[in-house]
């Protein structure tokens, strides 16, 4: 037995560097009408190195590439960003935080991890905090990235979310079915949360344990 944390919203997804996948996600996000269900930000250009990683070539390339996904976000989102939800923020130096003090792990049943690539499958501390909270999730990485956490021995609740957005190779419907599959929870994922509150646990020991270590060396 353990103490769960009080949960007051559904979803989260955090987002700071504004890759053009995190654009995506929140466009989608909105298009499907589940702002109000997904606790989010994105802080767009509001700390320097995010409006220095506005002016990189990547950048430059990735809106030509997703040219329409970029002007729906110009023009229909842009006004309202950025969009935060503490003060974490408001401090101008760029932070890796580690921790998982934020609202959006602490308070949320679900989160919605945005990786720093989508194209490369590797991991950061993006996709280790949600399991470390304690919670559901769902994953924007690279193709294949729910099943290599599953080689690692993680449980990614396959009897109750549909993980099939992982293996579609096209950006954009890799995160609209994501999406989709919020929209598809949305009733029921408290529920969810609750009556896995012991498997979720277990997922919170073996990122600590020996075993995972183990793996991970290996892996690499």
Not at 62 to 75: K, L
Not at 178 to 184: N, S
């Amino acid at each position: 037995p353990f103490e769960e944390k009080p949960i007051t919203q559904k979803f989260s997804c955090l987002n700071s560097v504004p890759k053009i996948h995190r654009l995506i996600t929140l466009n989608k996000i909105y298009q499907y009408n589940l702002q109000d269900s997904v606790l989010h930000s994105f802080l767009w250009d509001k700390q320097e190195h995010n409006r220095n990683h506005l002016k990189t070539d990547y950048w430059k390339q990735d809106i030509i590439n997703y040219a329409d996904e970029y002007n729906y976000f110009s023009n229909t989102l842009k006004h309202i960003c950025p969009i935060t939800i503490d003060d974490n923020a408001d401090r101008n130096p760029y932070l890796n935080d580690h921790t998982v003090s934020s609202p959006a792990y602490n308070q949320t049943a679900l989160h919605v991890i945005t990786e720093s690539s989508f194209t490369r499958l590797f991991f950061t501390e993006k996709t280790w905090k949600p399991i470390y909270a304690k919670q559901l999730f769902l994953s924007i990485n690279a193709p294949g990235s729910i099943k290599k956490l599953e080689h690692f021995g993680f449980d990614v609740f396959r009897d109750f979310i549909d993980h099939s957005y992982d293996e579609e190779q096209d950006l954009v419907k890799r995160i609209t079915m994501c999406v989709q599959e919020i929209e598809r929870l949305n009733d029921n994922i408290m529920d969810i949360y609750h009556n896995t509150a012991q498997r979720r646990a277990a997922n919170f020991l073996h990122l600590q344990s020996d075993e995972f270590r183990n793996q991970v060396e290996i892996s690499i």
